[in-house]
């Protein structure tokens, strides 16, 4: 329980620096200069004033110097990083499947919201999570290290012959996510990516349906939440699938 709870104060505290990730990334600016300040007035954000949900909380979502809404976004950013950190604890039990979750975690929320927003998925994070991966995964579990090596070529390649198959509807963004991904998950990155494909699917159904075929077609949905998504499912359920699956269909 101790440690479920260190994991939910650090997982809202890691997801108000997601925030920042989100925010500025994209928009090529520092994340750590200058300090958090309120997007109306410029106004620098007191330490008391920045604690992950319960100041927002308190704020009742507005600035206390100029009054300006702040988004519901920050803290539900933050409560939502917060309870994936604690399910990755609760549902493994080894510092490396826990760690390797717990970043994967970190890096997926962040790319998701900028894919999102954006239509792009920084390189600086999927590059960051490559090496991270392969130091977590070589210092804690290098016996695992080819599986998620092969992984990560699989899930990489099969989304690049897809980027090549269809340029408008897959960008070199998600096929590096989709690697990176790999690198964390191994074999469970296979029912990431079909989750993945399955909810993107759903959802350009429902898009044709609302707007009609013509339209429907030409409305463009970043694939990235869909991959973070599939990664966040895989985490959780992903070597389950994968051992029912073998038990099922290769026994």
């Not at 500025?24 to 620098?44: M, N």
Request: hydrophobic share 55%; proline share 6%; net charge positive.
């Amino acid at each position: 329980m101790q440690t479920a709870t260190l994991a939910g104060v650090l997982g809202a505290v890691f997801g108000s620096f997601l925030n920042v990730v989100a925010y500025r990334l994209p928009r090529q600016e520092s994340l750590i200069t200058p300090a958090s300040h309120c997007p109306s007035c410029g106004t620098p954000v007191k330490p008391y004033d920045n604690i992950p949900i319960l100041s927002w909380l308190l704020l009742r979502g507005h600035c206390r110097s100029c009054g300006g809404a702040i988004s519901p976004r920050y803290p539900l950013v933050e409560a939502l990083t917060a309870a994936l950190c604690v399910g990755a604890v609760l549902v493994h039990h080894s510092a490396s499947a826990i760690a390797l979750s717990a970043v994967l975690i970190l890096l997926v929320v962040p790319a998701a919201l900028i894919d999102l927003e954006y239509r792009i998925i920084p390189n600086r994070i999927t590059a960051l999570g490559a090496v991270l991966a392969l130091v977590l995964g070589l210092a804690l579990d290098p016996a695992g290290e080819p599986e998620r090596l092969i992984a990560c070529g699989a899930a990489g390649g099969f989304l690049l012959l897809a980027a090549l198959a269809y340029p408008g509807g897959m960008g070199m963004g998600d096929v590096k996510l989709a690697g990176m991904m790999g690198l964390f998950l191994g074999a469970a990155v296979a029912p990431a990516l079909l989750i993945a494909l399955v909810a993107g699917v759903a959802l350009g159904m429902v898009v044709i349906y609302r707007k009609g075929a013509r339209a429907g077609r030409k409305t463009a949905v970043p694939f990235g939440p869909f991959l973070a998504f599939g990664a966040l499912a895989a985490v959780f359920v992903g070597h389950q699938l994968v051992g029912v699956y073998v038990n099922h269909f290769l026994h």
